[in-house]
T-cell receptor
Framework: QKEVEQDPGPLSVPEGAIVSLNCTYS??????FMWYRQYSRKGPELLMY????GNKEDGRFTAQVDKSSKYISLFIRDSQPSDSATYLC?????????????FGPGTRLSVLP | NAGVTQTPKFQVLKTGQSMTLQCAQDMNHEYMSWYRQDPGMGLRLIHYSVGAGITDQGEVPNGYNVSRSTTEDFPLRLLSAAPSQTSVYFC?????????????FGQGTRLTVV
């Protein structure tokens, strides 16, 4: 079983739709949860991060973490064509010498005008 | 605000050639890492460093070497390029210090080995 599972998509939605992106993980040691957005031929850029279970909102984006179920989600409200990108979930934990990051494979999202 | 800078952006190598991918960060981050990104595989960790003079292997280290002589720089060396090393390579850095913080990525190096 992979440490992080993410539906690769692709996912196509009409402009204005609500988008739900999800990841599950298996290692309960993960403490820090992130979502990255990656445009074509660019590096991943951080969208949101959170430590705790619950919801965190930033504009049209809401990150949700359920540690008991080992499940994280990203919701995008009123989606725009500019949201078309690949979305990577990521999580990390601290171990002996540093920070161990694990990334999902990414979900490719297309928002159609 | 440079952040994480990778050079070159594109490179074509012949099988057996060697080269160095450069990575520099100006955020005084302790932790730096190299990933490769292949279709359907996500980001896979090649090597990482928790500070100057300290490096360790990640998930897919074979065929790659790293060193960290300064806080700012973390070059990745391909010893003898193989077609299987055709990929997009990303360098990332994070604050470190035993804390969970986000990783900042460079723009990537697109490498083709023929």
């Amino acid at each position: 079983q992979k440490e992080v599972e993410q539906d690769p998509g692709p996912l196509s939605v009409p402009e204005g739709a609500i988008v739900s992106l999800n990841c599950t993980y298996s290692n309960s040691a993960f403490q820090y949860f992130m979502w990255y957005r990656q445009y074509s031929r660019k590096g991943p850029e951080l969208l949101m991060y959170t430590y705790s279970s619950g919801n965190k909102e930033d504009g049209r984006f809401t990150a949700q973490v359920d540690k008991s179920s080992k499940y994280i989600s990203l919701f995008i409200r009123d989606s725009q064509p500019s949201d078309s990108a690949t979305y990577l979930c990521a999580m990390s934990r601290i171990y002996n010498y540093g920070q161990n990051f694990v990334f999902g494979p990414g979900t490719r999202l297309s928002v159609l005008p | 605000n440079a952040g994480v800078t990778q050079t070159p952006k594109f490179q074509v190598l012949k099988t057996g050639q060697s080269m160095t991918l450069q990575c520099a960060q100006d955020m005084n981050h302790e932790y730096m890492s190299w990933y490769r990104q292949d279709p359907g595989m996500g980001l896979r960790l090649i090597h990482y460093s928790v500070g100057a003079g300290i490096t360790d292997q990640g998930e897919v280290p074979n065929g790659y070497n790293v060193s960290r002589s300064t806080t700012e720089d973390f070059p990745l060396r391909l010893l003898s390029a193989a077609p299987s090393q055709t990929s997009v390579y990303f360098c990332a850095s994070s604050y470190g210090g035993g804390m969970n913080t986000e990783a900042f990525f460079g723009q990537g190096t697109r490498l083709t080995v023929v």
